[in-house]
């Protein structure tokens, strides 16, 4: 039974017959009916975590036990002094901050639905958010309080906003005998919105069993962290990548996160040198930028983790010989919540994906949205204790096909049961009858010595319906010609794939959280 007074989110879930068939396969993903997220913390402390480092900054730090306490205290300001009710939605307007954990923990030890949203979005991004989840309450850094204030304008649902430093002062004050609310483990906690890619974003609806359910999977059996474990990345909190790699995962074993306080990967390299930080999440981007730092400043880590792009064999390949690590990578997506197939150790096959994650069953759809066994290609499909539940969008339908997840990513299975990604459907180029995987060409480029990032697309052309056209960013003080890469294309995969056209840019369009933005490309002139 829901704990939820404000029944907005569960009200404007997606008819039943659209859901997902959902699997709870493991013993650790048996949840009672009543759970809690923030229990994950309760937790910790529970199990003799209290003492030890949950988040590591340049000149502070904060135990389980101070984070219990501020989580606790948060949830006091949020339902006593500012009138939250369970299933209130909660806008996290905010960067990764001493402050982060215990407002994202506050939140859901408080009943509310957290909305996470990427620190850069301007205004009337916004208000589409506001508007789409009803938000009531809202956090916003102190910095970034303008931005919030001008969205009010457009969307006057916001009744109540606070910044990070009168929440700061108000959390001094209050009493830490907050209990969590009793949430039942099905009720909504959190409304996480896609990056918006491919157009207007999407509310994708996760409960607390399955914030719980990503720990559970990714994290415990391929991850396998440890307490003395530290954890650093890139992704912010909003980003369900970095909702797990920077506060779920370690969480769950009482290990350390260490946050940057700036932005850039020379301070990435800097902050984990300082913390000697065990475990990375970032994107192929980042291990590429982390390449030209400093790699003595790498030596503490142990296990990487890339998600978000597909990781290609090219950068794993460079960074294993940089640092005798090699990747793990995963593919997950907002509509899952976290990473669902890939691998780990000797189990890894650069430039491969991996497998099913336990908990998980992942296939491929024919073109009859079949599932098929064996060798081949086809839609990727999943299933598993997390799946698709779109806020209010008509688009759920087009996400799940016959009980399955279907991520719009094109793979191909081998003999051995491992997937290869091969496109986003959407990124499969057709020239003169040749279908063509932006990817492949891209990894290809990224083998030439002076290419430092390459993007693929297909554009337009009289006589061969789509030509491929590659933008590339050169490294540092590098020169190489159009001709020279594409010899170089020809040279390394199937000639007819080799880009016809080549643009030397200087940067490439990304979203917040690094993804590609391949439609700006295909806009340019």
Same mark, same amino acid.
């Given at each position: 039974?829901?704990?939820?007074?404000d029944t907005?989110?569960?009200?404007?879930?997606?008819?039943?017959?659209?859901?997902?068939e959902?699997?709870?396969?493991?013993?650790?993903?048996q949840?009672?009916e009543s759970y809690?997220?923030?229990d994950?913390?309760?937790?910790?402390?529970?199990q003799?975590?209290?003492?030890?480092?949950?988040?590591?900054?340049?000149?502070?730090?904060?135990?389980?036990?101070d984070?219990?306490r501020?989580? &606790?205290r948060? $949830?006091? !300001? /949020?339902?006593?002094?500012?009138g939250?009710?369970?299933?209130? *939605?909660?806008?996290?307007h +905010?960067s990764?901050?001493?402050?982060?954990?215990?407002v994202?923990?506050?939140?859901f030890?408080?009943?509310g639905?957290?909305?996470?949203?990427?620190?850069?979005?301007?205004?009337?991004?916004?208000a589409?958010?506001?508007?789409?989840?009803?938000?009531?309450?809202a956090?916003?850094?102190t910095?970034r309080?303008?931005e919030l204030?001008?969205a &009010?304008?457009? $969307?006057? !649902? /916001?009744k109540?906003s606070?910044?990070?430093?009168?929440?700061? *002062?108000?959390?001094?004050? +209050?009493?830490?005998?907050?209990?969590?609310i009793?949430?039942?483990?099905?009720d909504?906690?959190?409304?996480?919105?896609?990056?918006?890619?491919?157009?207007?974003p999407?509310?994708c609806?996760?409960?607390?069993r399955?914030?719980a359910?990503?720990?559970?999977?990714?994290?415990?059996?391929?991850l396998?962290?440890?307490?003395?474990?530290?954890?650093?990345?890139t992704?912010?909190?909003?980003?369900?990548?970095?909702?797990?790699?920077?506060m779920?995962?370690?969480?769950?074993v009482?290990?350390?996160?260490?946050i940057?306080e700036?932005p850039?990967?020379d301070?990435l390299a800097?902050?984990i040198a300082?913390?000697?930080?065990t475990?990375?999440?970032?994107s192929?981007?980042?291990?590429?930028?982390?390449?030209?730092?400093?790699?003595?400043?790498?030596?503490s880590?142990?296990?990487?983790v890339?998600?978000?792009?597909?990781?290609?064999?090219?950068?794993?390949?460079?960074w294993?010989?940089?640092?005798g690590?090699?990747?793990i990578?995963g593919?997950?997506?907002?509509?899952?919540i976290h990473?669902f197939?890939?691998a780990?150790g000797?189990?890894i096959?650069?430039?491969?994906?991996?497998?099913?994650?336990?908990g998980y069953?992942?296939?491929?759809?024919d073109?009859?949205?079949?599932?098929f066994?064996?060798e081949g290609?086809?839609?990727?499909?999943i299933?598993?204790?997390?799946?698709?539940r779109y806020?209010?969008?008509?688009?759920?339908?087009?996400?799940v096909?016959?009980?399955?997840?279907?991520t719009?990513?094109?793979?191909?299975?081998?003999?051995?049961?491992?997937?290869w990604y091969?496109?986003?459907a959407?990124?499969m180029?057709?020239?003169?009858g040749?279908?063509i995987?932006?990817?492949?060409?891209?990894n290809?480029?990224l083998?030439?010595e002076?290419?430092?990032?390459?993007?693929v697309i297909?554009?337009p052309d009289?006589?061969r319906?789509?030509?491929?056209?590659?933008?590339v960013?050169?490294?540092?003080?590098?020169?190489?010609?159009?001709?020279a890469?594409q010899?170089?294309?020809k040279?390394?995969?199937?000639?007819?794939?080799?880009?016809r056209?080549?643009?030397?840019?200087?940067d490439?369009?990304?979203?917040?959280?690094?993804?590609?933005?391949?439609?700006?490309?295909?806009?340019?002139p």
């Amino acid at each position: 039974m829901t704990a939820h007074a404000d029944t907005f989110v569960r009200d404007h879930l997606p008819p039943r017959a659209q859901w997902p068939e959902m699997r709870f396969t493991l013993p650790a993903l048996q949840f009672s009916e009543s759970y809690n997220a923030s229990d994950i913390v309760e937790n910790a402390v529970a199990q003799g975590h209290g003492a030890r480092n949950a988040l590591l900054l340049p000149s502070a730090t904060l135990t389980y036990d101070d984070l219990l306490r501020e989580a &606790r205290r948060i $949830a006091h !300001v /949020l339902t006593h002094e500012f009138g939250l009710v369970p299933g209130n *939605r909660v806008l996290i307007h +905010a960067s990764n901050s001493r402050l982060s954990l215990p407002v994202w923990w506050g939140v859901f030890c408080a009943g509310g639905v957290a909305v996470g949203t990427m620190p850069m979005l301007r205004a009337h991004e916004l208000a589409v958010i506001l508007n789409k989840a009803r938000i009531s309450h809202a956090i916003v850094d102190t910095h970034r309080a303008g931005e919030l204030d001008a969205a &009010r304008a457009d $969307a006057p !649902v /916001l009744k109540r906003s606070v910044t990070t430093d009168e929440l700061e *002062r108000r959390v001094a004050e +209050a009493p830490s005998s907050f209990q969590p609310i009793r949430t039942a483990a099905d009720d909504p906690a959190l409304i996480a919105f896609t990056s918006g890619t491919t157009g207007t974003p999407k509310g994708c609806v996760h409960f607390h069993r399955d914030i719980a359910a990503m720990a559970e999977t990714f994290s415990r059996h391929i991850l396998q962290p440890k307490a003395g474990d530290i954890f650093i990345g890139t992704p912010p909190f909003a980003f369900t990548f970095g909702l797990g790699a920077g506060m779920v995962f370690p969480a769950s074993v009482g290990a350390a996160t260490a946050i940057c306080e700036k932005p850039g990967f020379d301070v990435l390299a800097d902050t984990i040198a300082q913390h000697r930080a065990t475990t990375l999440f970032t994107s192929p981007t980042g291990y590429r930028a982390l390449m030209k730092q400093d790699v003595r400043k790498l030596a503490s880590l142990h296990t990487c983790v890339s998600a978000g792009e597909h990781l290609p064999q090219a950068t794993s390949d460079q960074w294993f010989a940089h640092t005798g690590i090699r990747i793990i990578d995963g593919i997950g997506s907002t509509e899952m919540i976290h990473i669902f197939v890939s691998a780990r150790g000797d189990d890894i096959r650069p430039g491969a994906t991996g497998k099913a994650v336990p908990g998980y069953e992942a296939t491929l759809l024919d073109e009859s949205d079949q599932p098929f066994e064996g060798e081949g290609e086809g839609r990727l499909a999943i299933r598993g204790p997390t799946g698709c539940r779109y806020l209010a969008d008509d688009r759920q339908k087009n996400y799940v096909v016959n009980g399955w997840n279907v991520t719009g990513d094109l793979y191909r299975r081998d003999r051995e049961g491992y997937f290869w990604y091969v496109a986003r459907a959407d990124d499969m180029i057709i020239s003169a009858g040749y279908n063509i995987g932006a990817p492949e060409v891209e990894n290809a480029l990224l083998t030439h010595e002076a290419v430092a990032e390459a993007a693929v697309i297909g554009a337009p052309d009289a006589e061969r319906g789509q030509i491929v056209k590659a933008f590339v960013v050169l490294k540092p003080g590098a020169e190489a010609s159009e001709k020279a890469l594409q010899d170089h294309v020809k040279a390394t995969i199937a000639p007819y794939k080799y880009p016809r056209a080549i643009a030397f840019v200087s940067d490439l369009p990304k979203t917040h959280t690094g993804k590609l933005q391949r439609f700006k490309l295909r806009e340019a002139p």
